[in-house]
């Protein structure tokens, strides 16, 4: 079994196991990602990709407020199904992919992503993971990426974790990236838990 079905896997079982309310990342409102959102003013017009989306709100949330191209990649079909059921008729993509072999098909005006970035602990995986990452965003375009903070747990669902301050982030996402707003949240999972979270907003840089 290749790298991808393992992890599709383990993502598949995850979300049978708990239910999209019972992982540990869930949340009844992405207040954090709407803020940041509109903190770089991403309109409704802008194509928006989750990254790692799973089964969140933030796609509903999004249409909600009008956004008229909202695209949700995620390895497991399971949670993508849940996104399925509930946003049925809605105008949004859904993409069962890892996002490490997948090549953008088109350019996105806002890269979003809460759940995914922190599980890459080998350099290899970082690098493509940007790769793709330059590749879907156009200049101007606009990255949200939330990542568990020093201070937060070392694992997540069992597997290991890469843990970012700010500075860190940044530096990892590279000099092409213009930081507009960086953030330290606790979430608090459905067990009441505390996972402390990096967030930082930016845009590809004009020059």
């Known amino acids: 079994m290749n790298e991808s079905a393992e992890r599709r896997r383990h993502w598949d079982a995850t979300y049978g196991a708990r239910g999209p309310s019972g992982v540990s990342w869930y949340e009844p409102q992405p207040r954090i990602s709407l803020e940041l959102v509109q903190a770089l003013g ?46 049925a008729g809605q105008p949004v993509e859904l993409v069962q992919a890892d996002v490490l072999a997948w090549r953008p098909p088109r350019a996105y005006g806002l890269w979003h992503d809460r759940a995914l970035f922190h599980f890459l602990v080998a350099e290899d995986e970082r690098r493509r993971y940007l790769d793709r990452l330059r590749e879907a965003l156009p200049r101007g375009g606009c990255v949200i990426v939330g990542t568990f903070a020093p201070d937060a747990p070392p694992t997540c669902s069992g ?12 530096l990892t996402l590279g000099p092409h990236f213009e930081l507009v707003e960086a953030r330290h949240v606790e979430h608090r999972t459905p067990r009441g838990t505390a996972q402390p979270f990096t967030w930082l907003a930016g845009r590809v840089r004009a020059h």
């Not at 991403?42 to 249409?63: K, M, T, W």
């Not at 290991?160 to 301050?165: D, E, K, L, Q, S």
Request: charged residues 25%; proline residues 5%.
């Open 159 to 170: 597997l290991p974790v890469t843990r970012y301050g700010a500075a860190d982030l940044a």
């Open 42 to 87: 991403v309109g409704p017009e802008i194509p928006v990709i989750d990254i790692g989306g799973g089964a969140s709100l933030l796609a509903d949330s999004l249409l909600e407020r009008g956004f008229l191209d909202v695209t949700v990649l995620d390895l497991s079909a399971v949670a993508l199904e849940e996104v399925r059921k509930r946003l």
